[in-house]
Structures are given as structure tokens and as C-alpha cells.
């Protein structure tokens, strides 16, 4: 196959071409509708108990992070001129498209008793807009005394106070989110022009959208760095736009791809599959310069360009689908995960890193047929003399050295894995975003000011219908409420137990002292008044299910990360929830809430990627062995590649850095790329070994300084590609491009001198001239073949103007 491949390539790259061109404007089409993902994307996966929790609670309850809130903390908001702007700005929030209630202090619903009917009415506390500073005091005194508001829109110690706007739930998982958003944000700006208040805006859907909103700028922004500098050091190690255009389309192609893949398995864009296009990038230019490289190095020797693209194509063609494919299995192997958010990533990553391949072998020998042949200063690169010296350097550090190779190798594993012990994991649901930025301040403003406003919500089922406003079960709720009361970095609870007590209060014309549970003398009378009601459910629905048999306890929590969290709830919330209900085996309750789903699904994609790297380590070390049939070659092999992965994992260690999502991706990228190297090396490595009768020493030097070149060159362009993620917003996307980075190189470094040093004293070269690895069926050959390749059959004219010679 792979001695027909050339032929094939350069004889049918006219129709190939074209076919590429089909494929990618139908590819183009499927991506026109591709959108983004707007709902809230849970790494936890469907068996798990924590997400059954979370699902039944939505069905019961509706979404728990609908919420928008929006804060102030100005006196000056109490004078009347102010207060009025404020309650306009309510309304208007209110009246608009996609917001189902507004609560506020301008905007609260007090419950009143009516005498006549024997029931219960909620009536606005602030009907029309004041007239006079007094009767504005006046209505704030009344509203002071409502205990329901206290804590959760209003704090009386300070006079902060909130705004809760309550999403409709298809607005919340739709792009009209972010523009509603965004019509509230511009809302809030006309308001602090004219009074001079500032607002703070905090809430799930809005954390989401901004979040959202930044990662989609970054991504878009990278992806042009990653390309522009791509080609500024493509253009500087090849001095040539011929090698920086044709990689640029095979990226950009190959990019359309991704789109495609997205669209045609109806996937929408996560904060994962965006990733994808920047790691295309990534993965398409190592193909791209190893080519060229192969492509300069042969017409350099002979001066056949037909003969130097036959060769590039022989000779790397299939290396560049085995690392290709090595790469591929670090995503493919998500598949395993349970979580979908990974196996998205993984298929789509997969497929689209083996189509770079193809898209590749066809279009740069293709291409480059169709161009006129190097020019001497388009070859300069191959005697680039730093270059030269700096291989020749690491050829003689591994010929004279290398025992002190092994020895700097040791120390540097043993001081790496020190810090290794120091590494940790702990996740946020604001995470990454700096100190400095707007959205990290305002949320410490609700922290410090209400405890903090990501949701948790412990759900109560009582085992019988109508059963939550048994009296009994309201007071266990009490004491349960109680206990959860002073805790600190959480919000006062509420649920059906805190509408008890407002009614109670309602029944006694107001009466602050009379805010409690009803007591036995006044609560038959109460529940008359309460069963007239002709909205009773309103009421109700909100924290208790059609049947009433399942009862919701919401609360608010700072993000207070993964490991605070896990304390708290396992070691304070759910051992105080035993403490109250433990004597009735009837009762089942859990904790639950898109704050605990989240932060776990951290959790998970942390351990399914470990997993994943095992995974491809091993599955690499399998396709390695069937490659090279060597146990020695195997190890040796995968040794210097796992080694700047221990080596980053001990900087982070060191430097504090944690283990999370974004920081756990670097090690199956860094592996599949760096492994790479490996492969190209040790496939040069054998074909010298042939070429040189199996003198070790000689194929090591000529694969060094052959192989050397394009390792270099794609681990600079690799680095520098990284490194433009340091000037992102997100810390997380930071630690991505500096350690994955640092990553490559440190592997680029040892491919070039720890790897040839394990060469030189464990292999000694000798191969059964009658057993051949799987590798060497296809890379070794006869060189003479390449002679006799027919150049009339590529349909090729000699001469022909846009080819150039066919001639030596």
C-alpha cells in the first residue's frame, strides 16, 4: 500500500483535489448551523446518583440556576429620587421578553390577611411609586419588618440589598440568554448614569454568559494568534511563503472539518469541542513541516522534484499516520468515559486528527506538484548553520555523555517527583477568572454581603402525599433550618417552613413577633384561612411537589471550590440532615443543586481523563510493539516521553498550580505530540541502521542531525504556539499554554538526547535478517525503487512549465 501511495498521490492529485474540495464546501454547509451549547453541560455522567438527584429536582422544581441577581450597596438609594429610578428599573426588567418575576425591595409581594373572605391575598408592598421621602420611609419601615426578606434580599445590617430576576426556563438554555443579559446589564448602566449607584451582577446565568462570551472571544482570537505566529516562524525557518500557504490550507481545511464533524453528529460547541480547532492547528503543522523538511532534503540530493515528492511521500507518509493515529487514540480513548461532554470531545478530536492526515498526504505533495521546484534560497533552511551546531552539540553530548545524560536525567526525575507529591486538585465554579476582573469582585460583593449566590438546594421526601405540611414535618424542617442558619459562606434557608412562618405573621395584621411556625391554638385557623384560597398552589409549588409529599430546602453558597464544598456538605450539611430525620426510615433525603453538579463534574473529568492517559499509554505502547516487535524498543521508546510529563506535574506541585480540567488536558496532548518525535526518530533511526550495515553510532549521528532539523522546528512552532495562550483572562487556559509548552520542550530535549543515549547502550543494533517489524514492510526499501519510478504514468510531461524538470 504504502509503495503505491506516491504514485497514487501524484498520479490522481488533480480528481483527489477536487474530491478534498467537495467534501470540504459539503463539510462547510453541515457547519452553517452549528451553535453553541447555552444549556448547563454536566461532566457528571447520567449512573451517577448525584445527577439522578439533580434531574428528578428539575422535573419537580424547574431549574435552580435561573436566577440574575443584581446587587447595591449605596445609602443613597433610599432617597426618593433614587428609589424611584430603581423601581423603574424593575418594571422595566420586569416587562421584559424572557423574564417570568422580578423581586426586589421595590417589587415585594406581602401576604395580607383578608378578613372578609377568610383567606389569604399577596399584595405589593410598594404599589406606585412614592410621592414624599416620608412615605417612602414609611413603606421601608413596613418592609423591614416582612422576616421572610431578611437575609435573602435584603441585608439589614449594611442596607445591601438585591434584585432577583427569575428566567424563563427556554430563554436560560437558548443564545436569547446572552442578549437578555446583556439588555439587563444595559438597563442597570442607564441607572447608575443617572443616580451615580453602581450595580453589581452576579447569578448563574449570568456567571455563564460571561464566561461563555470570553471563552468564545479567546478561542477565536488564539486560533488567529496560533496561526500568525505559525506562520511567521514557518516563513523564518523555511524563508519561503510557498511553506508557509500550503500548511496554512491544509489547517484551515481541516478546521472547516471540525465545524463539519460538529454539525453532521449534531453536537453543539462546549468549552471542549472549541479547543479543537486550536489543537488542529497543532497537530496539522508537524505534519506540514516534516513533509516539507523530507521534501527540501531529498530534492536538495538529486534535484527531481517528482522523485523528492515520491520520496517525502514513501519515506514519511506513513510515519506521519502512525503518530497521526497515536495522537488520535489520546482523544478516541474518551470514548470509554461515561461522561458525554468527553466522548463529544473525544470522537470529534479523534476523527478530525486522522482526516489532518489524509488531508495532508493529499494536498501538500498535490500542491506542491503543481508548483515550480525549490529554488537554491528556498533550501537555505537545510544548512541553517545555529541549527547545525546545536545538533552536532547533542550528537556529541550522546556519544561522550551519555551516562551524564542519565545521570542529569535521574536528579531531574527525582527533584520532579518531589514536587509531583505536593500536587493537588480542587475545582470552582468561577474559576480562573482574576482577581482584578469585574465579575470576581462583584461576586465577592454578594460573598460578603448574602453568603455568596450559587445554588444548593436539599430535597425531602417524606415517604406520603400531602405530608410536608404536616406539623410534625415542618418543625423537624425548622430545626433542621436552624442548624443551617449560622453557617458561614451560606445563605439563610428557605423553603415551605419560611411561607409558614409569613403566613403566621399575615394572620397577625404584620406583627414581626408573630413570624414562627403556627403554633397548636392558632393553626386549625390558619389552615381555614389557607384552604379558601383559590391560588393555595402558588404558594406551594415553588418549594413543594404537585404531590406534596417531596419538599425543597434552597440555599445560597460562596464558591468556596470542590474541597471546601465536599467538607461542608459531607461532614456539616448531611450529618445535621441525619441529626433531624434519622429515627424515620420513611424519609430519604438528598443534597443537590447545579453548584454540587458542577464542581463534581470537575471532579470526574479529572479522574476520566487520568484514566484516558493511562488508557493511551498503553494503547501506544501496544501499537509501538506491533511497529517495532521489540520490548526494548518499546520502553525505550516511552521513556522519554513520559518523563517531561512527571517533570511538568512536579512544576505544578511546586508552584501550586492544581489539578483541574484545564490542567489535566496538558498531559494527553503534551503525550501524543511528543510522542510523535519519537516515532519519527526511531523510524529514521531504523532506516540508518539498514543504510549503515547496523552500525549504531553512525545511524544515531545521522538521524540527530536528518531528524534533528523538523524536530526543532515543529517543537518551536508548538511552543510558541502555546505560549500565546499566556495572555488569555482565564488561569486555567493560562497553565494550558505554559505547561503544555514547557511540556514539549522539555520532550523535545529528551527525544534528542535521552532517547539516541538509550539507543546508544541498549541497542546494539543487530536485526534477524529474516524477521522484520511491521514498520519495516513498509518505510525500508531499495532506494534504487525511487529511480525507476515512471514519471509518464503520473501523467507528468517532461519539462512541463508548472512542474519543472522530471530530470535529474
Known sequence: MWSKLPHIVLKYRF??????????????????????????????PSTDENYRYFQEF????????????????????????????????????????????????AALQNVVKNTEKRSFDLQPLIPDYPKTQQELDSLLAEALKLKFYTGQLLNPENGATLILINMKREVLNSKDRNGLVRDIQAMGEEFTRQTGIELHYSGMPFVRTVMQEKTNDELRLFIVLSLGITA???????????????????????????????????????????????????????????????YHQEFAKHGNKIKALSRMVRKIGMVTFITNFTTAIGFLVLLTTDIKLLKEFGLVAGINILATFVVSIVLIPGILSYLPAPKANQLKHLEFKIVGRFLVLLDLLVHRHRYRVFAATAVILTVAIVGVTKL?????MVDDIPEKSQLKQDLY????????????????DFGRPKSTINARNLRRVDQLEEALEPLENVSSPVSIVSFAKAVRQ??????????????????NVILSYLSNQSDNASFLSSFVDTTGQVMRVSLKIADIGSNKMDSLINHVIEPEIDKVFKDDEEISTAVTGSTLLFVKGNQFLIENLRFSLLLAFVIIAIIMAILFANIRMIVISLIPNF?????????????????????????????GISVDDSIHFLAKYRQELFAKKFFVPIAISNSIKETGSSMLYTSIILFFGFVIFVFSDFGGTVALGLLTSLTLFFAMFT??????????????????????????????????????????????????????????
Open 445 to 460: 460583593f454578594f460573598e460578603d454581603n448574602f453568603s455568596g449566590v450559587m445554588p444548593l438546594e436539599i430535597i425531602i
Open 232 to 294: 511567521l516562524i514557518l516563513f523564518l525557518f523555511f524563508r519561503s511563503w510557498t511553506s508557509v500557504v500550503v500548511p496554512l490550507i491544509v489547517i484551515s481545511v481541516v478546521v472547516v472539518w471540525v465545524l463539519g464533524t460538529v454539525g453532521i453528529l449534531n453536537y453543539k460547541i462546549t468549552v471542549l469541542t472549541g479547543l479543537i480547532p486550536s489543537i488542529i492547528v497543532v497537530i496539522g503543522i508537524p505534519n506540514a513541516v516534516y513533509l516539507l523538511n523530507k
Open 15 to 44: 480528481i483527489l483535489i477536487v474530491a478534498l474540495a467537495l467534501v470540504t464546501a459539503f463539510m462547510g454547509f453541515m457547519a452553517r448551523d452549528v451553535q453553541m451549547a447555552f444549556n448547563f453541560n454536566t461532566a457528571v
Open 58 to 105: 428539575k422535573e419537580k422544581f424547574g431549574e435552580d440556576g435561573n436566577i440574575l441577581v443584581v446587587g447595591a450597596k449605596d445609602s443613597a438609594i433610599y432617597a426618593l429620587e433614587n428609589f424611584n429610578a430603581y423601581k423603574r428599573l424593575n418594571d422595566r426588567i420586569a416587562s421584559t421578553e424572557g423574564i417570568s418575576n422580578v423581586i426586589s425591595l
Open 506 to 523: 399575615a394572620f397577625y395584621n404584620g406583627n414581626e413577633r408573630f413570624y414562627g411556625l403556627p403554633s397548636p391554638s392558632d393553626r
Open 751 to 808: 527525544n534528542l538526547t535521552l532517547l539516541p543515549a538509550l539507543l546508544m547502550v541498549f541497542d546494539s543494533g543487530k536485526r534477524n535478517q529474516n524477521f522484520h517489524p511491521l514498520i519495516e514492510h513498509y518505510e525500508f526499501y531499495i532506494e534504487d525503487e525511487d529511480e525507476e519510478i515512471d514519471t509518464q504514468n503520473l501523467l507528468i510531461k517532461e519539462n512541463d512549465p508548472f512542474v519543472g524538470t522530471t530530470k535529474k
Open 643 to 671: 518523563i517531561p510529563l512527571i517533570m511538568t506535574a512536579g512544576i505544578m506541585g511546586y508552584f501550586g498550580i492544581p489539578l483541574k480540567p484545564s490542567t489535566a488536558l496538558i498531559f494527553s496532548i503534551a503525550f
Open 424 to 428: 493537588y486538585s480542587v475545582a470552582y
